[in-house]
């Protein structure tokens, strides 16, 4: 099994900045010979759990949603997955979750394709 915990959340105002962390751990995780890509959703009351930005295994290729793209960058260390968020609005308010699959990812990743979950952690943008 894998265990997701997300971190970083808070309340900012509108144009600041923040920065979620993730940190994966357990054995499935750790003894994984294919690695894990990592991937960032945020769910809203009454919205579908939408894709944010998704980084592939090695690192070397990431992926962003149309809202997310030039404001927001994803990175990773072995073990762990950051979400840089820049330029905030009102409506990236939202639970934001960290997501690990045993494969590759692309832009637009679906929730059911993930593997694992975080258990979320809450991002409130005031204006």
């Known amino acids: 099994q894998v265990q997701l915990v997300e971190s970083g959340g808070g309340l900012v105002q509108a144009g600041d900045s923040l920065k979620l962390s993730c940190t994966a751990s357990?054995?499935?995780?750790?003894?994984?010979?294919?690695?894990?890509?990592l991937a960032w959703f945020r769910q809203t009351p009454g919205k579908e759990r939408e894709f944010v930005a998704a980084?592939?295994?090695?690192?070397?290729s990431d992926y962003y949603s149309d809202s997310a793209k030039g404001r927001f960058t994803i990175s990773r260390g072995k073990n762990t997955v950051y979400l840089q968020m820049n330029s905030l609005k009102a409506e990236d308010t939202a639970t934001y979750y960290c997501?690990?699959?045993?494969?590759?990812?692309?832009?637009?990743?679906?929730?059911?394709?993930?593997?694992?979950w975080g258990r979320g952690t809450l991002v409130t943008v005031s204006s």
């Open positions: 997501a690990a699959v045993q494969g590759a990812v692309t832009s637009n990743l679906y929730p059911d394709y993930m593997e694992f």
């Open positions: 980084i592939s295994i090695t690192g070397r």
């Open positions: 357990g054995r499935t995780f750790e003894s994984s010979s294919l690695g894990y890509a």
